[in-house]
């Protein structure tokens, strides 16, 4: 892949890393992803007035999208209220690659080169000994954990096609973050929210962190559009490393030797896709 490619998708990772950690320490992670999501979506639509919009033929992709995001969104948060972060968001980043590279060669006709399966397989593996040991703990974490890795294989691929489907990045991102925000703002009312109470109570995530989860979806969205999509995805996976991270550094979660070393197999599942 090229370098500008790699250096994207590694920059989506870090910024996809950071906006997980920041809902999770968040009181009320449920709520404070609601704001996030709704903040992302009202800055997308004041943006969406300067850029084209997506083509018919990406409509059926953007629907598929916003459904699966937001089953992804509610997998992620059940799983931080069942789970530590530094537990939940490995697990569900890394299980993603193998299922994307699958994906991509069934259904695209996609072909990885060894170097490529290898990296790829690093990533994925580095997260079995991140979560080694702790899965036994937190069963039920496992399983939101799991289901929301699946589901963003899901996405990965409805996204790419969408994508690569419309004459601008830009429109086709920011769509969807619009779409995003209106299913996520319709199920914060159902369940007796409101949406101005949560963003007044979450007014960095709504706001910051809105910022950086469009930055982290444009960016990863313009590397799909211009390079392979499995490796494209497996190096945003690679967040594992920064939320591995994050979650010591900050949420104060023990970096235990396990975790050092998956965070150095991970590294090397980088490497090869950078070569790859």
Known sequence: MDGILVAAALLSAALHAAWNAWVKAAPDPQ??????????????????????????????????????????????????????????????????????????????????????????????????VFASGEALRRPAALVYA??????????????????????????YGLSLSVLSALACAALLRMRGGRVRAVLRAHRGLATLGAGAAIASYLLILWVWSRGPIALGAALRDTSVVFAGLLAALVLREPLTPRRAGALLLALAGMACLRVA
């Open 146 to 171: 799991l289901a929301a890795g699946a589901l963003s294989a899901a996405y990965v691929l409805s996204d790419a096609q969408g994508a690569r489907l419309s004459p601008s990045v830009l429109g």
């Open 31 to 128: 709520d404070a992803m609601a704001a996030q999501v709704i903040g992302a979506g009202l800055a997308s639509a004041a943006l969406l007035a300067v850029v084209p919009l997506p083509p018919a033929a990406s409509l059926p992709w953007l629907a598929s999208s916003t459904l699966l995001n937001l089953l992804i969104l509610g997998a992620l948060v059940r799983g931080y209220a069942l789970g530590g972060f530094g537990f939940v968001y490995p697990v569900a980043r890394a299980v993603s690659p193998l299922l994307v590279a699958l994906f991509a060669t069934v259904l695209v006709g996609e072909r990885l080169s060894p170097t490529g399966w290898a990296g790829v397989a690093l990533v994925s593996g580095a997260v079995a």
